[in-house]
């Protein structure tokens, strides 16, 4: 379901029908949102079959990844962070993140910057909250899932948008290292604090 | 130092020297920054006394959000959420800013919206990242300190901006209960961490 599979823009021909993919997909998710809007129903709505949406696409989120012009679809990125073993998927994902962000700072920036943050938050709501909840255990899965995709997207915003130091220039390891403990502290809810 | 004293906007009169010495103010802080300008400098500049700044606004941080149409000063908030004792920081930081903000939610998400992330960077990086690190302990202080502030503004930007649920309309001391673990992580600096 996270695996994209032939993803990207089609080397020659199908741009018209890959455009009204396009349109079809960013009406229907503004309509009805992401979870409840199928390709089945894309492709109705674009007049062409739901098996070219999977051809040019791949993945529904990889369609909502390209109809807000991302580099890179964050579920797949996502997937093999959240797949691995619960005990270092703090470092897996703030790794991942910020390497995968570090090669496009500019729309990071840009999704920010847009006016409206709509194509942010559909990212972090329908994408990333969903798979880490669905791989926490214990209480509060929303609220912990929700706030560490809010901590994710602060350190995104001091890095790519506001560029504030040392944040800006630090090491993926030295980010890594010290800010997976703070991601943990959600993905493991531990209620009670230990101190050394 | 981080008190403010006579803050506020005067009863009446004075609303001409007032403007003149925001003005001045924000010219300065753009030119040169908040740290390396003086209330003496900024009187200068106005063609007033640096006493009638204090009598006008109060401290320099208070100055600052007055420049920035902040409803209050976050140094000030800042100031009791500092002085505690260090083991209870994180509660008290995330119940501070969550009620201060939730005062004031479109202010809050116009910061983020005003086109360019000036002021929340100036906010950020002058006021907040400088109290937090003066009071940290331990190795990597400033990434710590700035990590704290982008995990403060990412809970915002999901409760005020982005508005998504779970956060937006989570009860304050559900957020402090599931989120102060995290900020502790940061402020206690534990590089190694321990699993129940």
Redesign the interface.
């Known amino acids: 379901m996270t695996t994209a599979r032939g993803r990207g823009r089609p080397r020659g021909g199908g741009g018209e029908r890959r455009d009204q993919i396009l349109a079809a997909a960013r009406a229907r998710f503004a309509r009805a949102g992401f979870a409840a809007t199928s390709l089945r129903e894309i492709a109705a709505d674009a007049g062409v079959d739901a098996a070219l949406i999977s051809h040019h696409f791949g993945t529904k989120s990889a369609l909502l990844a390209a109809t807000l012009d991302l580099p890179f679809d964050p579920a797949e990125r996502l997937a093999a962070v959240i797949d691995g073993d619960l005990?270092h998927l703090p470092e897996r994902m703030v790794r991942t993140f910020v390497t995968s962000w570090d090669e496009h700072p500019e729309v990071f920036a840009a999704a920010?910057?847009s006016?409206?943050?709509a194509p942010?938050?559909t990212i972090?709501?329908e994408v990333v909250?969903t798979a880490i909840r669905d791989r926490l255990q214990g209480p509060?899965r929303?609220?912990?899932a929700?706030?560490v995709?809010?901590?994710?997207?602060?350190?995104g915003?001091?890095r790519w948008?506001?560029?504030?130091?040392?944040?800006a220039s630090?090491a993926v390891e030295?980010?890594v290292?010290?800010?997976?403990?703070?991601?943990?502290?959600?993905v493991?809810g531990?209620?009670?604090?230990?101190?050394?």
Chains 1, 2 share one sequence.
């Not at 995709?149 to 350190?155: A, E, K, V, Y």
């Not at 948008?161 to 944040?167: A, D, G, N, W, Y």
């Not at 290292?177 to 959600?186: E, G, N």
């Open positions: 005990e920010f910057r006016g409206d943050a942010v938050a972090a709501r909250m509060d929303d609220l912990r929700a706030l995709t809010s901590q994710i997207m602060g350190l915003l001091q948008v506001l560029r504030l130091e040392p944040v630090a030295d980010l290292r010290v800010h997976a403990p703070a991601v943990d502290a959600l493991s531990r209620p009670e604090r230990s101190r050394g």
